[in-house]
């Protein structure tokens, strides 16, 4: 168990729906990262936030959009949803940035778009 | 061309052999690399951390990096089943924003 938590685990909606998935952090974490892992285009950024601010922006489509809360904890919100939206959506936590660098990968939402 | 390759397998090799995953990269910038263990359905977990370009050794795990010729490489010893995984090579640059690269994962079988 890595300390970072998801929620739900699956999601399955309609096309055009919006979706919320959410991360908690590890305790005392303060950056949280937004993955996307589908068969086609393996593990992607998306976006990072760091004590509340974003701080780097990947791969990620004008259809979604994040935040982190003052908690630590963040939400990924996906609209307008296509079907190949549908993937592994992975939430991961790091500490403040320092000498070694590591980020730990909470279980994941599953989401399918039908 | 994609910054970091992977060969995607899959590998599959009896108890007890000898496993070696191999990742190129392009991109000089990258500083860390790390590899992960994926099981099925389930998220990523952390194995090896490097940042220095030399070898690393945990446990039955071996890390290698020779930044000259952009190649990374995770050694695993006296395979075991319940080492069958994907195995993904990731790296980063330096620098506030440490988002992860990761390569597409290796998938490998070890049989008893």
């Known amino acids: 168990d890595s300390g970072v938590t998801q929620t739900p685990k699956h999601l399955i909606t309609a096309t055009g729906q919006r979706v919320t998935l959410r991360c908690s952090p590890r305790s005392g974490d303060l950056s949280v990262y937004w993955y996307q892992q589908s068969l086609d285009q393996g593990l992607q950024f998306l976006i990072q936030y760091y004590n509340g601010e974003e701080r780097a922006k990947g791969n990620i489509l004008e259809r979604f959009s994040a935040q982190q809360f003052p908690d630590l904890h963040s939400e990924l919100n996906l609209s307008s949803l296509e079907l190949g939206d549908s993937a592994l959506y992975f939430c991961?936590?790091?500490?403040?940035?320092?000498?070694?660098?590591?980020?730990?990968f909470g279980p994941g939402t599953r989401l399918l778009v039908l | 061309q994609k910054e970091v390759e992977q060969d995607p397998g899959p590998l599959s090799v009896p108890e007890g052999a000898i496993v070696s995953l191999n990742c190129t990269y392009s991109?000089?910038?990258?500083?860390?690399f790390m590899w992960y263990r994926q099981y099925s359905r389930k998220g990523p977990e952390l194995l090896m951390y490097t940042y220095s370009s030399g070898n690393k050794e945990d446990g039955r795990f071996t890390a290698q990096v020779d930044k000259s010729s952009k190649y990374i490489s995770l050694f695993i010893r006296d395979s075991q089943p319940s080492d069958s995984a994907t195995y993904l090579c990731a790296m980063s640059v330096s620098g506030s924003a440490r988002q992860l690269t990761f390569g597409s994962g290796t998938q490998l079988t070890v049989l008893p």
């Open positions: 991109n000089s910038a990258f500083q860390y």
């Open positions: 991961a936590s790091s500490p403040k940035a320092g000498v070694q660098e590591t980020q730990y």
